[in-house]
């Protein structure tokens, strides 16, 4: 059975870093992509990030590239996104997502981040 636990989120004040943490349970994580997507109040679900199984394919979406780092441990079954520069806007529930090959698999319950003064 797989379940994936988010943890990390916070309040955080714009320029602040936090980092995201999705502990995975069951023998799939190492060969599965994963994601890390966010929804906020009233928006659309927003697809953040994305890595290989492997750790070596990456993708960011454009108002996140060069301010999160997606990366992932294998062997301790976790998925991180270390989030900098935080926004107002980055504001949202943020979601851990296994791929099942090409299409999202099993989603975690997720954990808010909140970036305010």
């Known amino acids: 059975q797989i379940q994936l636990m988010e943890s990390g989120g916070g309040l955080a004040q714009p320029g602040d870093s936090l980092r995201l943490s999705c502990e995975a349970s069951?023998?799939?994580?190492?060969?599965?992509?994963m994601r890390w997507a966010r929804q906020a109040p009233g928006k659309k679900l927003e697809w953040l990030s994305g890595?290989?199984?492997?750790?070596?394919?990456?993708y960011y979406e454009d108002s996140v590239r060069g301010r999160f780092a997606i990366s992932r441990d294998n062997a301790k079954r976790i998925l991180y996104l270390q989030m900098n520069s935080l926004h107002s806007e980055d504001t949202a529930l943020y979601y851990c997502?296994?791929?099942?090959?090409?299409?999202?698999?099993?989603w975690g319950q997720g954990t808010q981040v909140t970036v305010s003064w």
């Open positions: 997502v296994m791929m099942n090959g090409t299409v999202p698999g099993w």
């Open positions: 069951g023998t799939a994580f190492s060969v599965s992509d």
């Open positions: 890595i290989s199984a492997g750790g070596t394919i990456f």
